[in-house]
């Protein structure tokens, strides 16, 4: 079975730093293209970024551009987001998401783990 | 960035009922759309991939159809486990956009 596991969440003060893990385990990690994808409280789902299985490509939302950096580590079947600058708008529910196909360009995001939440606040 | 537009909103409907979502997009997609189901504290689900493939394990009241800007969803007989949010995702170009939910709530 397919598992993606986050953590790393929790309550931080404008502008301080927060790192995001995502543990997967059921599938073979590093055939996949693999997703960060948040939710704010209340609101729809927005794409923060996406590495490719060797990160060769990556991308991010021009919202965290800069501010935001994917990584994975393969030997481990890990998924990584480190957040700087962090802002209120940052605030949701972060989720890590397999493409579905594994290739970079077939972005159907399944399976989705459950999420962790970032709140930004002072 | 490409725009997608759900509607309605909201629907309110029967168990049996039929119901159909559409999702419109700001410029053509070709068949680059998906379609999740999202339940209340739960992370979204994949429904609908290519615009009318049927993701494995997921009942065949589902489907979907449209290509270039016009999409839909239908659930051909609305069953209780259905009341939910459901989300359309562009996968045509990045950043990959999602359209801003409908709420299927029980009539």
């Known amino acids: 079975e397919v598992q993606l596991v986050e953590s790393g969440g929790g309550l931080v003060q404008p502008g301080r730093s927060l790192r995001l893990s995502c543990a997967a385990s059921?599938?073979?990690?590093?055939?996949?293209?693999m997703h960060w994808v948040r939710q704010a409280p209340g609101k729809g789902l927005e794409w923060v970024s996406g590495?490719?299985?060797?990160?060769?490509?990556?991308g991010y939302a021009d919202s965290v551009k800069g501010r935001f950096t994917i990584s994975r580590d393969n030997a481990k079947n890990s998924l990584y987001l480190q957040m700087n600058s962090l802002r209120a708008e940052d605030t949701a529910l972060y989720y890590c998401?397999?493409?579905?196909?594994?290739?970079?360009?077939?972005?159907?995001?399944?399976?989705w783990g459950q999420g962790t939440l970032v709140t930004v606040s002072s | 960035d490409i725009q997608m537009t759900q509607s309605p909103s909201s629907v309110s409907a029967s168990v049996g009922d039929r119901v159909t979502i559409t999702c419109r997009a700001s410029?053509?997609?070709?068949?680059?759309l998906a379609w999740y189901q999202q339940k209340p504290g739960k992370a979204p689900k994949l429904l609908i991939y290519?615009?009318?493939s049927l993701q494995s394990g997921v009942p065949s009241r589902f489907s979907g159809s449209g290509s270039g800007t016009d999409f839909t969803l239908t659930i051909s007989s609305l069953q209780p486990e259905d009341f939910a949010t459901y989300y359309c995702?562009?996968?045509?170009?990045?950043?990959?956009?999602f359209g801003g939910g409908t709420k299927v709530e029980i009539k």
């Open positions: 290519a615009a009318s």
């Open positions: 995702q562009q996968a045509n170009s990045f950043p990959q956009t």
């Open positions: 059921g599938f073979t990690f590093d055939d996949y293209a």
């Open positions: 998401a397999k493409s579905l196909k594994g290739s970079w360009w077939e972005n159907w995001f399944d399976p």
């Open positions: 590495i490719s299985w060797n990160s060769g490509s990556i």
């Open positions: 410029q053509g997609i070709s068949s680059w």
